[in-house]
């Protein structure tokens, strides 16, 4: 009992609601005429408010409550005759046309919205439009009602969870969200797709990362930079590997900032000079002097006690005694990016010995005494007991004399000289044997001979030193070879070395040690044009550092009229002498762009990326100078009517992509979505070529609906001479472009005839395309029969010739009968329309005979049907015959009968793999579900939303899952266009092919299958670590090695998530010392990091 309370409560409260309900467009309503079944059916309130109501035809119902109209189809019936007395009218509403909002400017899907209430939240509108477009300025966006009225609204304050939050707008409202510069962040540098990415409140760095692509390899994962005149002095660094690992929280970007990824290279730390392995390594955080190098196999035995640390930005290198570094007095030094370690060679610690058991170079290390003593104890020469004097000469040629033993410290480079007899020449340096050469009391002592004797100088053999008592000379080594000089004894022969000439160049693009031939001239010019690094247009400023620690600057520009001589071991900085501009969005290759000095121009930077796509809109160039922004037409700067931009240093370059640009176009050959590329203009020759269906001789007419409802038809044959520019978004209906007839009866070739355009469509064209008539013919009752027009005419013969020729009506029918033959033409809503032969001795059949004959009625309830006979045209209630109250009459031979039929039960689908028309039957709702169903594209499991373009113009848009349980009733000759329905999401880390994956309907969206397509995670991945951040910002942390085993259920991906497969970071040690291979120690992932196995 209880039940049927609430249930008449609920039905009450029902009524009481729809009491007052005014019919809008849309509305299916049922009418029930009482005790008059066949009266009763369900009428569709069309777009002019009215509806047709079977027998009363159309009545304005716009505006009405259930109850008026309730009122006026009782009076109708009753005051047309229909019934006799007034009836009991039933009206209630079937389904209600949806309530109408409207949302325009920067939304993924502008236009109509339907809704099920007569209110709707802001945010529900903003989804059922796609979500905000890139351009959308939240801040400046506004609602205008169905009264015109105007109030401002802040979507950002919504969108974050404010007030306005639960703001419903009434029906009839427009949001517009106009376009803003703050409502994008652009990213730059270091991305897979540098790009321009929409700017939703609370959206993260992490997330902008992935919806750019991913970073590249070289990208400084440690510090992102970040600019916005929203944060503290306008630039941030954030260290992203720190919020990946969990060790910090992933910011939210301001509206407008541009994030750029460095490229890590120029965070290297440079190790010149003497070192085991001299090289460029990654700079990480905290990276140390002893740990830097250990990277690179510590020192050489001839490296100096004292290395430099130049650092960017500071003029004076930082001195750094190695000694006490390794010995612990001296802290170890924090290193930072871009740093350059520079450690000199040793000045050389050596003396030559010339003795008759011994005669070459003795080398000290920097630990050792220089001393005379240690030197003979090194070659095993020290004798206290030998008597003999020995002589030292020092590198200025001064001769000193000293007892064996007595010890002196000497001077690098000196020579000792141990005394034996007196023809005795003393030969050291690079000579193949060093030593004491004698000779014999009547030779003579020449250089030359000496050189010989003692085999000859070594392939470093530079100048030739001769030291005697008198002073010291210099030779070459062609001139000593050859040299008859007479040579006192005792006499010095020193072969020095060859002259070792050599720099270290620090520059963004090449480096290291770089070696000068012996008749290469040792000048900066010469240096900078051998690395290709010479630009004497450059006001840039190079660095020079010599052996000794001197700094010295000098500006590019001078080397155009002066040059510089180079020191060996010196270290040359060389600044970048091009110019980078950051260029993005639609060109062919996005990213930094070097130019020259005398290339800084917009088109150039252009050019330089590759040329603009395609799609890109060069009407709104955007360039950013610092914080001065500026929008360029370069349309106009390649016409020459605007002069190209100059632009600097470092300067940002955005193009745009153009609004989506395309028509529908519908026909019998070919159709479906044309687009246009950004240089194409959109007119209706161009549509149709696209498709190649100009036909130019074609008479016939074409129907073009512009997005507002417009609608306006162009003959084919006017392109010819003109062309018709179109709205974006039209649907142009394009006609067969050849005439069609149907011949039957007695021709040679009964059928149907297809003459293309260009051949007149005329009674003897026609009947000579199916072959002519028979000698059975009946030559003067040839009927042309017009089943639009439901009009018939007769012809013989003779008009085959005439002047001018009968012309057919395109789709006509064409009867040649047998002589004395009867036949019967039915057309319209039958089932098998067409001639009907009867037989000569048959009587005239009657008319439901010939409806039974032809397949029966299309729509059973069809009322009235027209006759054309020679009698003229008259009118029959159809269903009055079928009823008996009427007699069925008899059809005379050569009639034509009419059944009216119901016009336009179709409706169009387009959508990227099938489309075309679709017809429904006379039995059958026109829906957008059944629509959907017969093209076998209805999904409820889809996001997707179809839009749905009434005759009236008007769009309305419903998402394809909720036809599940509300479907949506079309106007016939609606179009419905499916959407292209993928699901993406972002992959970055170790997998092979970071970035965006998409996913096609049906497919399953999982974590296995999202890294299968990405190639399959690498080597050093973390599998047990990946983090998997949905699209509202939520992050779990999972382990896809239990799914991969079979010991869990793979994990559901949602569209538009963002994961992370963790990349393992390789423990490192740094060894250095008396080890027997030092350097740095990497600890696999299933390694302890001991000491012991270090």
Known sequence: MRVRIISLLILLLLTVSLFGYSVRPGDLLTVSVYGSADLSSEILVGPDGSASVPPLGNVVLLGKTLEEIQSLLSSQFLSQGILTSKPQVTVSVKSFAPFMFYVLGEVSKPGAIEWHDTTIGISQLLALAGGLGDGADLSSSFVVGKDGSRKQIDLSSILYGGAALTERLPEGSTLFVPAGARAWIMT???????????????????QVIAKSGGLTEEADTEEILLISDDIEDNTAAINLNAILSGRSKDIQLPAGSIVIANDSSSKSVKLLGEFNNPASIPYH????????IGKVGGLRQTASDELYILRIGLAIPESVEVSSLFGGSVEDITLNPGDTIFVPRQQERFVYIASASFGGKVEFSTDEKLSLLSALVKVDLYDPSNQDSIIVVEPSGERLEYSQGEDVELEPGSMIILPRGEKNVFVTGEIMNPGSMSFANFEEITLGKAIAKSGGVTESAGMVELITE????????????????????????????????????????????????????????????????????????????DASGKSQVLSASRLSFDDYSLETGSIVIVPDTSTWIYVFGEVGRPGKVELDKDDLLLTRAISASGGFTQNADISSIQVLSGSDAAEIDLDEVLRGSSKDLSIKYDDLIYVPRIDNRFVYVISEASGGKVDFSAGESITLRNALAKLNLVEISSEKEILVISPEGDKFEIPVSSLRNSDRELETGSVIFYPQASNVANVLGQVRNPGTVTLKPGIPFNLSTVIAAAGGITDLADRYNIAVIDSKSAS??????????????????????????????????????????????INREETNPTLTKLIAISGGLTDPLTKEIEIVDVSGRRRLDLQEILGGSTQDPQIASGTIIYVPEIFG??????????????????????TLRTALAKQNQLDFDSSGRVTVILPDGSKRERQISDLKDNDMILSPGSIVVYPDVVRQVFVVGAVNNPGLVLFEPGDKVTLTTLLARAGGMTPLALGNKIQITDPFGRTTTVSVDPILLGKALDLSLEDGSFVYVPIYEPVRVSVIGEVKSPGTVEFAKNESPTALLA
């Open 285 to 292: 955080e905290k990276l140390t002097l002893l740990q830097a």
């Open 188 to 206: 730059m540098g270091e991305f897979r797709s540098p790009s321009l990415v929409k700017f939703n409140p609370g959206i993260t760095l992490t």
């Open 792 to 837: 018939t005419v007769t012809y013989s013969v003779e008009d085959l010739s005439s002047d001018p020729i009968p012309a057919i009506p395109d789709g006509a029918t064409i009867f040649v009968p047998e002589m004395d033959s009867k036949y019967v033409y039915i057309l319209g809503g039958v089932r098998e329309p067409g001639m009907k032969l």
């Open 470 to 545: 008198s002073g010291t000379r210099l030779f070459s080594i062609e001139e000593s070879t050859k040299s008859s000089l007479i040579l006192s004894p005792q006499s010095i022969v020193h072969v020095k070395e060859k002259e070792q000439r050599y720099v270290y160049v620090i520059s963004s693009t090449e480096g290291g040690r770089v070696d000068f031939g012996e008749k290469e001239s040792f000048t900066l010019r010469n240096l900078l044009a051998k690395m290709n690094l010479l630009n004497l247009s450059s006001d840039k400023d190079i660095s020079i550092i």
């Open 905 to 926: 039960r179709f409706v169009y689908v387009i959508s990227r793999e099938k489309g075309g028309r679709v017809d429904f039957a006379s039995n059958e709702e026109i």
